[in-house]
């Protein structure tokens, strides 16, 4: 969901900062026989199982979804991820969403927090912040998504974070990136769809753009691409010892994924409008209503998927060269040859015209909704559905891991974690802290 933005009634960070700094340059040489000794550590992760990320350590310091879903990811693989949190409110997606019999848990969190052990750390705090760059020093990754300037107001901006860990590789998502005018900006997904241009396309044409699916898709998308970053990150410090900077806005993750807009408007200042259900580039391409009140969603992007749909429809006539047989034809008459497949869609049930164009290879499904879902055979088959029993709550059904690695699968082992509950083990085990110390902390809220 939101990326940056604390929650009205969350007053666990300042939602402000100074100026991002730029990192110190070192020596080669230094900085590599630094990472060397801090992966030779015997405090590494232990890489019991047999996945590609075992024995990176993630520290996960942000808020909501964009870029920590990007450590979920990694924590599917292997890596050890430590969710640093305020000592009393914790992250706010703990709330949003339906809540459960879980005062810390609502169900978004026990499906995006999985895979994570919380430790809380109050980083308003002089000390908090001595005992977080400790932390980084022991660790590989760094996710936060903090309004630009924020991290450096608290004492942890780069140069801070380098001079403890000169190999961390650290990811920054925001709503606008760490550079530019609007950098300061708060920024959510919801934002960054319309700044980025998807919302602008979502609706019909001349009304009221709409928001494309409820669902925080850019949130997911920066996350994404935060990944990718951190995975290409690791790897050069794997050839040269060196860790940096990540920086990824969620409106440009949104905008990446537009296809041709950008050529279309730079050579022929073309803008592409709404166009409801449909598409620019092919007729018939959108959703349509079957006599069971039920939609499915039909694609012939070709001559030769026309021709099959035309036979499916048992009128072959429809794809000859004097009708609709050529694509630029079917374009120009989009109304006509929309029109006849709704009425040919509408006189079947959804499963009789799903099976009359899976008989002649056309390209249809249906339009799912989440019960259509959990009951489909094939999400059941792909193990996309994830059914996991939770202390106190019973079988919780969240969404599978992907991608599918052969040779390596993911995992979930464990949802949203309550609030703290992996503080004592890593301040002993892992800081080497005495119980003594330990209980300081907590009688002064620093953890």
């Given amino acids: 969901m939101e990326e940056n933005e604390r929650s009205p009634d969350s007053t666990e960070w300042p939602s402000e900062g100074a100026d991002v700094t730029d990192d110190t340059p070192q020596n080669d040489n230094t900085v590599g026989s630094r990472c060397q000794e801090l992966s030779q550590a015997e405090d590494r992760p232990q890489e019991s199982e047999n996945l590609p990320m075992s024995g990176v350590r993630v520290i996960d310091v942000g808020t909501f979804l964009a870029g920590p879903y990007a450590a979920s990811i990694l924590g599917e693989f292997g890596a050890e991820i430590l969710k640093v949190e305020h ?54 990754v760094l996710v936060e998504n903090f309004r630009p300037g924020t991290m450096e107001e608290w004492g942890l901006g780069w140069k801070e974070l380098s001079a403890a860990n000169p190999c961390l590789v650290m990811l920054r998502v925001s709503g606008y990136g760490q550079t530019g005018p609007y950098r300061r900006r708060s920024g959510i997904a919801h934002i960054a769809h319309a700044f980025g241009g998807l919302s602008y396309l979502a609706g019909f044409p001349g009304e ?51 296809d041709e807009i950008a050529g279309a408007y730079g050579l022929f200042g073309k803008v592409r409008e709404r166009e409801g259900a449909g598409s620019f580039v092919a007729v018939p391409h959108g959703h349509f209503r079957t006599s069971d009140d039920k939609w499915i969603a039909i694609a012939c992007t070709t001559d030769k998927m026309f021709e099959r749909l035309s036979e499916a429809m048992e009128r072959p006539e429809l794809a000859s060269t004097g009708l609709y047989g050529d694509q630029r034809k079917r374009l120009a008459a989009r109304d006509e040859v929309n029109e006849i497949v709704i009425e040919w869609v509408g006189s079947f049930t959804r499963e009789e015209v799903i099976q009359r164009c899976l008989e002649h290879q056309v390209p249809v499904g249906k339009v799912n909704s989440i019960a259509d879902i959990f009951e489909d055979e094939h999400f059941q088959a792909r193990g996309n559905l994830e059914r996991i029993l939770e202390n106190g709550l019973g079988e919780i059904v969240v969404p599978g891991v992907i991608p599918r690695l052969s040779e390596t699968p993911g995992r979930i082992t464990n949802l949203g974690p309550t609030l703290g509950d992996a503080t004592y083990e890593i301040m002993r085990e892992l800081l080497e802290m005495s119980a003594e110390e330990i209980k300081e902390l907590r009688r002064h809220r620093i953890i």
């Fill in 208 to 258: 009221t753009p709409v928001m494309p699916g409820t669902a925080p898709l850019g949130d997911y998308m920066a996350s994404l691409y935060g990944a990718i970053g951190i995975m290409i990150a690791l790897h050069h410090r794997e050839k040269t010892g060196r860790g940096q900077i990540i920086d990824v806005g969620i409106y440009e993750a949104v905008f990446r994924q537009l």
């Fill in 87 to 140: 000592p009393i409110a914790g992250d706010p997606m703990r709330r949003f969403g339906t809540m459960t019999k879980r005062h810390d848990a609502s169900l978004a969190w026990l499906s995006e927090g999985r895979n994570r052990k919380s430790v809380t750390i109050d980083l308003r705090q002089e000390e908090g912040v001595q005992l977080f760059l400790k932390l980084v020093a022991k660790s590989d």
